[in-house]
């Protein structure tokens, strides 16, 4: 338990970090990018919306920590503003949109290259120096080396113009309506497999490596040679006795994991136009949107806080030793 | 990042008597490796690369001329992009930002690294608690949208990709280091030179920080590939110096110019490969220093492994 609320106080540390960089970011930035904005965008907008956009992003001459309590009981009642390149949406309706479907895609690739990096790690450790240990590894430290945008614009060369085997742009169809039919889950698993593809691509090498080398020592455990000497199967011995005990780190790096995916979904979203929180993060920076830009870091950040600390629960699930201390 | 924080274990050796000998046997194991050499025979290939730019191509890279989109040819040997620019022009020419990023990023924040993990493991209790926690909230905080979010409130320019990658990137090096240099900070050698009365810069540059030389070293090729990587998305997306020709800008200019979807793949794919290969060649060195520095991971195959393998 007070393992469990130590990492809670560190989340909300750095969940708190996030809102005062996000607050001290437009007020002490040179060249005054707030004004900027408002020079393109003033004509569309009442008095009173202005008046509550220089609030927000500090174009104010209250004193600072008058603005800094404003601001912080703005974010925590949920006011983040109207968006300026999608006028007079709210921040936050815009960022309900479109979190789905960074989950979607950011969750359906990293489960994917989780289960079956560690189970590739788990195989290579088990026969050193055999097929799976000896050639994989090289091969996808290769492949992660590669900028995922850039595996992102291969896999959409190649399998969206050239091969034409899968769409390039968008995660359904046009025109398509949301529904749960059998005709629109099969359009957004068509659209979710090139996305999803790269990013598995390029984060699978990391799982397997972590998990070979933790089997690595693992596998020169006494447990492991009684179990041998006990006559266990291979297979029993390879997943109940040593996978179980390299398995931690891995739970960890899954959390941390999660922030990667959420930088590499940002990317792989914008070449694929796919219509989550990172496509719209990018456009939102080209449209001078800082509310809306605020708006998805605090959400991004606090998405992978949350997937943190769930993590860190489970681990005091996994690991007695947290537990006992 | 992963593998460099699991493997620290095996290279805890008593150093005390001969602080020179292993850094000797070190260099001569990278020497031997050969993943090492093929490594270090790439960033050779690069460097000299961009080194001879301005020889190899004088003028211009990006200057725009009337050919436009041509398939690699005799004349352009990687085609041109669709405003008729050399595609291996742009090429060689943007290996010398993306390098010199890359090594300032790497150095910077393997220099941040170095200073906040010392003093964390030097001096501990409550200046360790500070410097860890800020560094773990580093760590956590998304780095990719704090990138793009520090970048739009920046100015543009070479110097925001700089500091904005060093800002972002410092923190996983700090950790690495930290606990690396809290195993030293352990040791019998260190309270002597403490009850000795050294001064405390003297102590953690001169006793702890040679003795993790080699730890240091994986740090900062890691943290050179993650500047190079960095640098290029952060290009793609746009948000660095547009004008100055590096690998990310001209994968920036591919997509923007819809090379993708005009079938012109000579222009987007040599730039990908550069940074490819530019981060595999770091990372084989990195693995190579792992290899040498513990033994554990060294291609020695013990009798038990090979039973098991035998027996099925």
């Not at chain 1, 179990?227 to 390879?238: D, H, T, V, W, Y």
Request: positive net charge; charged residues 15%; aromatic residues 10%.
């Amino acid at each position: 338990m007070r393992f469990i609320l130590r990492r809670l106080g560190f989340y909300l540390i750095a969940f708190w970090a996030s809102i005062t960089l996000n607050f001290l970011l437009p007020r002490f930035m040179p060249g005054d990018p707030v004004s900027r904005m408002f020079a393109r965008s003033q004509d569309r907008m009442q008095p009173e919306q202005i008046e509550a956009l220089r609030k927000l992003l500090g174009v104010d001459d209250r004193p600072l920590w008058e603005q800094y309590a404003d601001y912080l009981h703005n974010i925590f009642t949920g006011q983040m503003g109207v968006s300026i390149s999608r006028f007079p949406t709210p921040v936050t309706e815009v960022i309900a949109s479109q979190i789905g479907w960074t989950l979607l895609l950011g969750g359906t690739a990293l489960v994917i290259a989780a289960v079956v990096g560690n189970l590739l790690g788990i195989l290579a450790a088990w026969r050193r120096g055999g097929a799976i240990d000896s050639a994989l590894p090289p091969l996808l430290v290769f492949i992660g080396s590669f900028p995922y945008f850039w595996l992102a614009m291969g896999a959409l060369y190649l399998f969206g113009v050239v091969l034409n085997w899968f769409p390039i742009r968008h995660a359904f169809t046009d025109g398509l309506e949301p529904a749960f039919t059998w005709e629109f889950i099969g359009d957004v698993g068509a659209h979710l497999v090139l996305p999803a593809l790269t990013i598995v691509l390029v984060s699978i090498g990391g799982w397997m490596l972590g998990m070979r080398n933790t089997m690595i020592a693992t596998n020169s455990e006494d447990y492991i040679t009684m179990a041998e000497a006990k006559g266990l199967r291979p297979s029993r011995i390879m997943l109940r006795y040593a996978a179980r005990n390299a398995m931690l780190p891995s739970v960890t790096s899954f959390g941390m994991g999660l922030g990667f995916v959420v930088g590499g979904a940002l990317l792989t979203e914008v070449v694929f136009a796919y219509p989550g929180v990172g496509y719209q993060l990018l456009n939102a920076v080209q449209g001078l949107d800082y509310p809306l830009m605020q708006g998805l870091f605090l959400t991004i950040t606090a998405a992978v806080l949350l997937a943190n600390f769930l993590v860190d629960i489970l681990y005091v699930r996994l690991d007695p030793r947290v537990r006992s201390n | 990042m992963t593998t460099a924080i699991l493997q620290q274990p095996g290279k805890t050796a008593d150093k005390t008597p001969a602080a020179r000998k292993p850094n000797r046997s070190f260099v001569h194991g990278l020497l031997t490796n050969k993943k090492a050499l093929t490594g270090m025979a790439v960033m050779f290939v690069f460097i000299a690369l961009a080194l001879l730019a301005p020889a190899l191509f004088p003028g211009d890279p990006s200057r725009i001329t009337a050919m436009a989109s041509l398939e690699p040819s005799a004349e352009h040997w990687l085609g041109t992009t669709a405003k008729g620019q050399d595609v291996l022009a742009l090429t060689v020419h943007g290996s010398r930002s993306s390098l010199f990023v890359g090594l300032t990023v790497g150095f910077a924040s393997t220099f941040i690294g170095i200073l906040v993990g010392l003093a964390s493991a030097y001096f501990g209790k409550f200046i360790d608690e500070a410097l860890s926690l800020v560094t773990n909230v580093f760590l956590l905080l998304p780095g990719l949208p704090l990138l793009v979010i520090l970048a739009a409130f920046l100015p543009p320019g070479l110097g925001t990709v700089i500091l904005v990658l060093v800002i972002t990137g410092w923190a996983g090096s700090a950790r690495v280091l930290r606990s690396q240099a809290l195993s030293i900070r352990s040791k019998d050698f260190v309270a002597a030179a403490v009850v000795s009365g050294e001064r405390a810069g003297r102590i953690m540059f001169r006793e702890i920080l040679p003795n993790m030389a080699s730890i240091v070293m994986g740090t900062l090729l890691a943290c050179v590939i993650y500047g190079i990587g960095a640098q290029a998305g952060l290009e793609f997306l746009g948000l660095g110096d547009v004008s100055t020709v590096s690998w990310g800008n001209n994968l920036f200019w591919a997509g923007n110019e819809g090379a993708l979807l005009t079938g012109s793949w000579w222009v987007f794919v040599p730039s990908g490969v550069c940074i490819a290969l530019v981060a595999f060649a770091l990372a084989l060195i990195n693995y190579a220093v792992d290899e040498v520095t513990n033994p554990r991971l060294r291609k020695i195959k013990t009798p038990k492994v090979n039973e098991r393998s035998a027996s099925k």
